[in-house]
């Protein structure tokens, strides 16, 4: 079962490490899921795309989600940060077909330098709970 919690309880726990926003495509994986979440591709059944192409973009969103998001503590122990943009971030497409507009970012594996990476969501598949350690609103 995940664990939720607010961006400041999370920041003063060391759930949110800093993360490499110069380096977010240094790895083969982390290009191929940028590629994946940039570009639609009417081969892939369900893919949530960027609204743009941009590398500098894509960087800003996973550097303002690190800044401003409440972090997922995932059933495996991975620390993802999910950051309600309150802006179209992008779109979900299901075989080829654009279906809606998304505006949350989710950031995963924010603490594995070498596979963190982001795509966008839509707010309306996420609840609020509350922080397991201050009682606030997360996003989750």
């Not at 939720?4 to 994986?29: K, P």
């Not at 369900?46 to 550097?63: G, H, M, N, P």
């Not at 972090?71 to 993802?80: A, L, P, T, W």
């Not at 707010?123 to 989750?140: D, I, K, M, N, Q």
């Amino acid at each position: 079962m995940s664990r939720y919690y607010c961006h400041e309880c999370a920041r003063r726990r060391g759930y949110i490490g800093e993360v490499d926003a110069d380096n977010l495509m240094g790895t083969g994986y982390q290009l191929e899921k940028y590629l994946k979440h940039t570009c639609p591709a009417s081969s892939e059944a369900i893919q949530s795309v960027f609204a743009t192409a941009s590398s500098s973009a894509y960087r800003d969103y996973v550097v303002n989600a690190s800044l401003a998001g409440s972090v997922e503590i995932d059933y495996r122990g991975r620390k993802n940060i999910i950051w309600a943009a309150g802006e179209k971030t992008g779109f979900l497409h299901e075989h080829g077909v654009l279906k809606h507009p998304e505006n949350v970012v989710k950031v995963v594996l924010s603490s594995d330098s070498g596979r963190v990476h982001a795509y966008t969501q839509s707010s309306t598949e996420f609840a609020c709970a509350s922080c397991l350690s201050c009682g606030g609103v997360v996003l989750f």
